[in-house]
């Protein structure tokens, strides 16, 4: 199981639920949980928080998120 599907299931949250929260298509959750598409996005982020110390959202614009 995936770090992503295993933080959703302690939260008790669904797939869709995760999707809704965020926008996009639940496909798009199920992906992550296979590590499939965007996950290198999360990487990369993460990396930039690292070098910048900063959180996420830090990183963009309020009109994005």
Known sequence: ??????????KGLTQRQIAEALGVDV???R???????????????AKLCNLFECQPDDLFEDEVI
């Open 1 to 10: 199981m995936s770090r992503v599907a295993k933080l959703r299931e302690e």
């Open 31 to 45: 992906n992550w949980e296979k590590s499939r598409d965007g996950v290198k996005m999360f990487v990369r982020v």
């Open 27 to 29: 496909s798009t959750v």
